[in-house]
């Protein structure tokens, strides 16, 4: 339970990077969309950090666990980024609220999917 709970203190402060820049990028006219995917990404290097240091306590860095990482928040970012655009298109939801529950229930699928494969213990080659 303490790691999931790290793990939504690391979501708490890549939403609220995430939520910040994505404002001043619609503030500076940036199509929402782009502006949710330069977001996302600033927030995903923040959690990359936090996620390999704190949260799953990863001491070496290994090309393949940031490959595994950034195919996680590849599949994370198309849900997020498509739920933004239907509650946006489809739900009329206003963009700044549509970008907070999209990301909120993208937490569910990003959290189970770095736990169980990508900071998942390398399996022996024994």
């Known amino acids: 339970m303490g790691q999931f709970l790290k793990f939504g203190v ?5 939403t609220l990077i995430t939520v910040v820049s994505f404002q001043l990028f619609i503030h500076f006219e940036v199509n929402y ?7 996302y990404f600033l927030g995903m290097a923040n959690s990359f950090v936090w996620n390999k ?11 393949s666990l940031l ?4 195919v996680v928040n590849l599949i994370s970012i198309v849900f997020n980024t498509w739920l933004l ?3 946006v298109k489809e739900l009329n ?4 609220m549509a970008q907070i529950i999209s990301t909120g229930l993208g937490l ?3 959290f189970t999917l ?3 494969w990508a900071f998942a213990a390398p399996v022996s080659q024994e």
């Open 10 to 14: 690391v979501g708490f402060l890549n």
């Open 33 to 39: 969309i782009f502006a949710n995917i330069f977001a």
């Open 53 to 63: 240091n704190w949260v799953f306590r990863e001491k070496l860095f290994r090309v």
């Open 67 to 70: 490959v595994k990482f950034v």
């Open 85 to 87: 655009y239907l509650l």
């Open 93 to 96: 939801i206003y963009t700044t």
């Open 108 to 110: 569910v699928i990003n």
């Open 114 to 116: 770095n736990k169980k």
